[in-house]
């Protein structure tokens, strides 16, 4: 079975700065992909970036990317310019490319400084 | 906009009285999602529609059914609702079998059992 492994339960950036949520996973399968959501407080779970493991190029949108590496089943997020908007709980997930089912990790906490 | 809706957005009931939660969507997608979070947790899947092929987890406790009349409605229907079952119920769907097959959640429905 797959295990999705998020190791910082909370975190905290100033506004502007940089940070980086960890992510790790487990899985036997060669196809599949993984998703970072963002939760904001009493609101809705949305995606806020993907990436498929047969492509070797990370993914980007805007100011959200990640250092996807195969190899060591690893998959972190970095946010840059942090804005306050971005206080939220972000889940890391996992989907093999036959399955339906999503396999989300137990979610950072991040917490932005003014 | 295309999007998943759900209503009621927070819905209160008591011990042991049926309710019955709504999603729909205007994607057009052919799985449709049930997910249960509780507070500071992951979603845990409950169900999921694929087309009108009803998929259950083991897992998921007898009480629960789901409902999909059509492709834009799913229900879910918690039969006697126990205290336990207070909660966070996200409705999700995905386009499976296309290229960007990833879920978008709807905003929920907070249950409350008193």
């Known amino acids: 079975a797959q295990t999705v492994t998020q190791s910082q339960p909370e975190m905290s950036v100033q506004e502007a700065e940089t940070v980086t949520l960890s992510c790790t996973y487990d899985t036997s399968e060669s196809d599949y992909y993984l998703f970072w959501y963002k939760q904001p407080p009493s609101r809705q779970m949305i995606l806020v970036i993907r990436q498929e493991a047969y492509k070797q190029q990370n993914a980007t949108e805007n100011r959200f990317s990640v250092n996807f590496q195969k190899a060591a089943k690893s998959f972190s997020l970095k946010i840059s310019d942090s804005q306050l908007g971005d206080a939220a709980m972000y889940f890391c997930a996992y989907r093999g490319a036959g399955s339906y089912q999503l396999t989300f990790g137990k979610g950072t906490k991040l917490s932005v400084i003014p | 906009d295309a999007m998943v809706i759900q209503n009621p957005r927070y819905q209160v009931t008591q011990f042991g009285k049926p309710v019955t939660l709504s999603c729909s969507q205007t994607?057009?997608?052919?799985?449709m999602y049930w997910y249960q979070q509780k507070s500071s947790q992951a979603p845990k899947l409950l169900f999921h529609y694929y087309d009108k092929d009803f998929n259950n987890e083991a897992d998921t406790p007898d009480n629960f059914q789901s409902r999909r009349p059509n492709t834009s409605f799913c229900f879910l229907d918690i039969r006697s609702p126990g205290l336990g079952d207070a909660a966070m119920y996200l409705c999700?769907?995905?386009?499976?079998?296309?290229?960007?097959?990833?879920?978008?959640f709807g905003p929920g429905t907070r249950l409350t059992v008193l």
């Open positions: 994607l057009n997608h052919n799985v």
């Open positions: 999700a769907t995905s386009r499976y079998g296309s290229s960007t097959d990833t879920q978008y």
